[in-house]
């Protein structure tokens, strides 16, 4: 055994520096060293502000600061004052940024002693022992623990340009597919175009034809029916007034009372009677059904409002056709015949409501409509303004037509009266009361836009019926019997005179089976039928006698 004194053998372990050697601490006295394995100065200095104080961590020397400043982590930078060390100023940052790598660094070698073998008693020291020089701490820097992120704005840009490039190419195909879209499109238009075009020509034939649209019924209209009434005796007249927005142009419709119409139930009456019998709503349906137009509504003008009319329109200027006598014998003519005669209110409606001797229901029908036209050319064409003269008749509207349309309506029809688009024409009507095939094309078709209902063959048989029995019951009686057996009836009013037996009279052979089932249907004996003239508008004329038991 060696007696040789070990120098470490009294030494104590004092630590382990920064490789994780010992570090050993000798019984006498010796220079103390940092935890680093730098030794550290033995100098002292007084408690004077600004001397060397010791060394910290790293090896540098620390002033003492005064007692009453304290670190305020949110206060300003402050500046030393002048003849002060700069490390005095940044002595609180400096603090806590050493106590931040002090702690790291003994996180870092305190493990490494925890598992460092421990020194065995009665061991043997190195021969020679040396405290092994340590190697310099790392410089650590408080720029070396701040992390700033700073923004790439090539990459920014670079994003910018992709997103820019990708638009611009999406917008340029865009532009490409609307284009083509276009072109195709243009190119479907033109061969249907010239495609319609040769085809309407080789069907037409190559020849002018007038268009669907001015002559069809694909044409807007405004159709209002307008009776003329008479207070004394009744008598009336019709005329439809048609206003053709398509095609610019006005007609009125003179209608004849003999026109057969249906009524309510099956049977047929005369548009005089109906005027009188079933009134403006049932006439409307009635025309509306026979010609299959769309009448807007009615307007019942009786002969004091016509008077009333003229006069609120400054009076009318015609040419009148023939003289109207006054009202007593040698009095003058009420009207005169001539061209250019100026009418008032009175005058105006006795001219239109006159029929001379001989003369048919045509005639006063054309005058009404001259009556009409005249006062359309002095009527407002302003709307507001034919409003207000329609207001001051003071009537009582119907309800399918209120004041402001009729006023808009006559505002439209003066418009072209005064232009010279207004024209009158008459409904032509056969001997029955029917509408022939000259009626149905050159009028109801043409003007109206409609089709004439009555001109089917197969329809029922129309019956007119004359009451001669004396009483009123008869007439209602056979108007049942008739319309259940599948007639259509023709009130044909009733005979002043009453006449004993009952006649069933046909106009030609090719009704007298008809007429003979007629009578057996009214239970008439065979030998009342007769060939003869009967009502214009009946298929079969019945006369009802005293005989019938219906």
């Not at 050993?24 to 408690?47: F, K, M, T, V, W």
């Not at 094309?441 to 129309?462: Q, W």
Request: glycine share 12%; aromatic share 6%; net charge negative.
């Amino acid at each position: 055994m060696n007696d040789r004194q070990d120098p470490y053998a009294q030494q104590q372990v004092y630590g382990y520096d920064a490789y994780g050697q010992p570090v050993y601490r000798p019984d006498a006295p010796e220079r103390a060293y940092d935890q680093y394995g730098q030794p550290l100065p033995q100098q002292s200095y007084g408690p004077s502000y600004g001397q060397p104080h010791g060394y910290d961590g790293y090896g540098q020397q620390q002033y003492r600061q005064q007692p009453q400043q304290q670190y305020d982590p949110y206060a300003q930078q402050q500046h030393a004052a002048p003849g002060q060390p700069q490390a005095a100023a940044q002595a609180p940052l400096q603090t806590s940024v050493q106590a931040s790598v002090q702690a790291s660094v003994q996180q870092e070698w305190i493990p490494r002693q925890a598992d460092a073998p421990p020194a065995e008693p009665g061991a043997a020291a190195p021969a020679e022992a040396q405290i092994p020089e340590p190697r310099p701490a790392p410089d650590y820097r408080t720029e070396q623990f701040s992390f700033i992120e700073e923004p790439d704005e090539d990459s920014e840009d670079v994003i910018d340009w992709l997103k820019f490039s990708e638009s611009r190419t999406e917008r340029r195909d865009e532009r490409k597919r609307k284009g083509r879209n276009r072109f195709v499109a243009l190119a479907v238009v033109l061969v249907l175009a010239v495609g319609g075009g040769i085809g309407w020509f080789l069907l037409s034939g190559g020849e002018e034809k007038k268009a669907p649209s001015a002559v069809g019924g694909a044409q807007k209209r405004d159709v209002i029916v307008v009776h003329l009434r008479q207070t004394r005796g009744g008598d009336s007249a019709t005329v439809l007034l048609v206003d053709n927005a398509t095609t610019k142009k006005a007609t009125a419709i003179l209608v004849p009372n003999a026109l057969a119409v249906a009524k309510d139930g099956g049977s047929a009456t005369t548009l005089g009677k109906s005027v009188q019998e079933a009134g403006t709503g049932g006439t409307r349906d009635a025309l509306n059904t026979l010609l299959g137009s769309d009448i807007k509504g009615s307007w019942r003008l009786d002969t004091p409002y016509l008077e009333n009319l003229v006069e609120l329109v400054g009076g009318i200027t015609l040419d009148t056709d023939t003289a109207v006598p006054g009202a007593k014998p040698g009095d003058g003519p009420l009207v005169e015949q001539g061209k250019g005669r100026s009418l008032g209110g009175r005058t105006a409606v006795a001219y239109a409501t006159y029929r001379g001797p001989g003369e048919d229901q045509g005639k006063p029908l054309a005058r009404f409509g001259q009556v009409m036209q005249a006062v359309l050319r002095k009527m407002s064409s302003d709307a507001r303004a034919a409003t207000t003269t329609v207001e001051s008749l003071a009537q009582i509207p119907d309800p399918s037509l209120s004041v402001q349309q009729l006023g808009a309506s006559l505002a439209h029809l003066a418009e072209k009266a005064k232009e010279g688009s207004y024209a009158t024409t008459a409904l032509p009507v056969q001997a029955d009361g029917t509408l022939g095939e000259r009626a149905a094309d050159t009028v109801v078709k043409n003007v109206l836009g409609g089709t004439v209902k009555n001109t089917d063959k197969n329809a029922p048989p129309r019956i007119g019926v004359k009451n001669a029995t004396g009483g009123a019951a008869a007439a209602g009686s056979a108007q049942v019997t008739l319309v259940n057996g599948g007639y259509t009836y023709v009130d044909g009013g009733t005979v002043g005179t009453a006449e004993a037996a009952s006649s069933v009279i046909y106009p030609d052979e090719a009704r007298a089976a008809e007429a003979k089932e007629v009578a057996k249907t009214l239970g008439l004996p065979e030998r009342c039928v007769k060939q003869g003239k009967g009502m214009g508008n009946a298929d079969v004329t019945v006369v009802l006698g005293k005989d019938y038991k219906g």
